[in-house]
């Protein structure tokens, strides 16, 4: 199979070890964003995935691009030109003190770009799967346009798609959200979502405290099964995160599809680096769909995958095929392998 995601990727700029902001000399370099992230786990797999998007054309972007071939991204959907590569900051939390983000992305190449820029027919040709985000269509009116003819043309071309909702409050706000997403939902098959991604987007409640530090999975069973009712999707799926601390997290997730509702496998982690966890969640979810006929193996291989995540510093998964299988079949002990 062939997979395409389409989105913006980032220069990540984060303070050594657990320092604050106000501490750094210096910061440490990666590049990332939702659906590189996607585009990067999928090739890490040995799937032939391509990485669509706007990015300038100057070291740093020939960097970004560089830093996607390494892992054997295709990124011959990538446009030039621009004025500028998003760029976030990203302060480690640790016990009781939260991660911090801080966005430095306006007038972003890909915030910027133009739908006619994307040659859509011709980029989805040979694909079998478009994977996107809600992080997109924030940016702004410009990305919404090219969000909506990249859906609608794979669409049309009887791609299956997947959809991250992916709420993120520093960019717009609730009510713009639902006002652009909840009729992209025509023409999608899958949605990926937590509770606060479901309510903030397209007005769905899962009746689940995320902040009490437990969650009761069978809760998101209606909600699920709702959204997949109002938006005729052939499945809906939740990342399930416990935070105890933010260094501890409980992790599973759950799935509704084909009428039924399936739960994962628990993990209780010790986290090394959270940021990109939902996008391995989905990575997995895709792969698991797309390769197994069993759902609850599905779910399964997505946060095994996604789990496997939270212990690699920066954005991009580099959990093997095998690795995530290993993690599947119960092997959770970290002996050393030799």
């Not at 070291?59 to 830093?67: F, H, K, L, M, T």
């Not at 996107?132 to 049309?156: F, R, S, W, Y």
Request: glycine share 10%.
């Amino acid at each position: 199979m062939k997979y395409a995601t389409l989105g913006e990727i980032m220069l990540r700029l984060s303070t050594p070890g657990y320092q604050r902001f106000v501490q750094a000399k210096s910061f440490d370099v990666n590049y990332g964003g939702g659906e590189a992230n996607v585009a990067i786990s999928l090739a890490n797999f040995g799937e032939d995935a391509c990485f669509i998007s706007k990015i300038p054309n100057n070291e740093i972007g020939d960097s970004a691009i560089n830093s996607l071939r390494e892992f054997g991204v295709d990124t011959k959907g990538i446009v030039r030109g621009g004025d500028r590569l998003g760029i976030y900051y990203l302060e480690t939390g640790d016990s009781v003190r939260p991660s911090k983000v801080v966005y430095d992305r306006a007038n972003s190449s890909i915030a910027t770009a133009k739908a006619g820029e994307f040659k859509f027919r011709k980029l989805f040709k040979d694909v079998d799967w478009l994977h996107v985000t809600g992080i997109t269509p924030a940016l702004g009116k410009n990305a919404q346009k090219i969000t909506q003819k990249a859906l609608k043309t794979a669409h049309e071309m009887g791609v299956t798609i997947s959809f991250d909702l992916n709420f993120r409050a520093k960019l717009w706000t609730k009510k713009q959200a639902q006002e652009c997403m909840i009729p992209l939902m025509e023409y999608v098959d899958y949605v990926i979502g937590n509770e606060e991604d479901a309510e903030a987007c397209l007005g769905f409640v899962s009746g689940s405290d995320v902040n009490s530090g437990k969650i009761d999975a069978d809760g998101y069973a209606p909600m699920l099964k709702e959204m997949c009712e109002k938006f005729h999707l052939k499945g809906a799926a939740s990342s399930l995160r416990e935070s105890h601390s933010a260094n501890d997290n409980g992790w599973s997730g759950v799935l509704w599809t084909n009428g039924k509702f399936y739960k994962s496998a628990h993990y209780e982690l010790r986290i090394v680096d959270r940021v990109g966890g939902g996008d391995s969640f989905a990575a997995g979810l895709i792969y698991g769909l797309s390769h197994y006929e069993d759902p609850e193996k599905a779910i399964n291989f997505a946060v095994a995958n996604s789990a496997l995540k939270h212990t690699i510093p920066g954005d991009y998964n580099h959990a093997t095929l095998k690795e995530v299988e290993s993690l599947m079949a119960g092997n959770t002990n970290g002996r050393v392998q030799r």
